[in-house]
């Protein structure tokens, strides 16, 4: 019969092992192997300054990764039913273990928002990026799917 110790420590290794596949599958995870275009979708809720309410947020873009980790893209935004043009653009980094993070500068209707923060991992051989957004206030998850591997 296992002890209390004993099940923790096995549950601790499964977790490791399982958040280590990606590696061990032969996935590649470097900031220079995930340049290329994506796709990318968000989905959650904002708020904007002086609400007190979250707002209903999706925004679709296309999104360019340089192999130097520099993001740049287009795309709309939907917030609370408004739809608006959006650009985004900054830098970002992975670690050998498919986990890494990005800051972003935006503009959402012409006007600059706040910059966003995520913490990011890499899976589905490099092509998938999925990434939670770590700023106060924001309750916002995005997916990038690679679309074309860049040079």
């Given at each position: ?6 099940l ?7 977790s490791?092992?399982?958040?280590s ?30 609400a ?12 360019n990764?340089?192999?130097?980790g ?7 935004a ?57 700023v106060?206030?924001?309750v ?12």
């Amino acid at each position: 019969m296992m002890t209390g110790m004993s099940l923790r420590a096995a549950v601790t290794l499964v977790s490791a092992a399982i958040l280590s596949m990606g590696c061990l599958l032969g996935q590649q995870c470097s900031t220079a192997a995930q340049a290329g275009d994506y796709v990318m979708t968000c989905d959650g809720y904002v708020t904007i300054v002086g609400a007190a309410t979250l707002i209903p947020t999706k925004v679709l873009s296309s999104v360019n990764v340089t192999s130097g980790g520099t993001f740049t893209g287009t795309g709309t935004a939907s917030l609370g039913g408004k739809i608006l043009s959006a650009t985004l653009s900054g830098t970002g980094s992975v670690n050998s273990n498919c986990t890494g993070s990005v800051l972003l500068a935006q503009t959402v209707g012409g006007q600059t928002a706040p910059s966003l923060s995520a913490n990011v991992a890499v899976s589905d051989s490099g092509n998938t990026i999925d990434a939670l957004v770590t700023v106060p206030n924001f309750v916002l998850s995005c997916r990038l799917k690679r679309l074309a591997a860049g040079q």
